[in-house]
């Protein structure tokens, strides 16, 4: 199963950053060592600047991902436990029970990863930024 692309949002402002020969030819070798594009990689330390969270790339989108694919799956679980009871269907409580635990378990894990990524971002936003000896 492939991934449904993301919705494309435009970028309608546009900010110009003046650098040194040194500091620019410094930071495009950066940005080519993590295969971003300078454009990105000024979006992304704006991002994390501001507390908008990161940008999910590599192992930490894969989380993200496999968490949600998760809670999809209980709260399917869980809407079928509705239709069964809104059918006059009793669901044991034990059943219910264990799809509510997964439920929280699995917002309480989303919440604690995205906490995390976010805290790591700014705190990498903060340093890049930072003057030194300030």
């Excluded at 495009?28 to 000024?42: E, K, N, V």
């Excluded at 635990?101 to 917002?107: E, L, N, Q």
């Amino acid at each position: 199963m492939t991934e449904p692309k993301a919705k494309s949002r435009k970028k309608a402002l546009m900010r110009t950053v003046r650098m040194s020969e040194e500091e620019f030819e410094l930071f495009a070798g950066f940005c080519a060592s993590q295969g971003l594009t300078t454009s990105d990689a000024l979006r992304r330390l704006a991002r994390s600047a501001a507390l908008l969270g990161p940008t999910l790339t590599g192992e930490a989108r894969a989380e993200i991902v496999a968490l949600t694919r998760q809670m999809r799956a209980i709260g399917t679980n869980l809407n079928q436990a509705v239709h069964r009871m809104n059918a006059g269907h009793m669901v044991p409580e034990d059943e219910m029970t264990r799809y509510l635990d997964g439920v929280h378990g699995t917002i309480v894990e989303l919440d604690r990863l995205y906490r995390s990524l976010c805290a790591r971002a700014h705190k990498r936003a903060v340093q890049a930024v930072s003057r030194p000896g300030a």
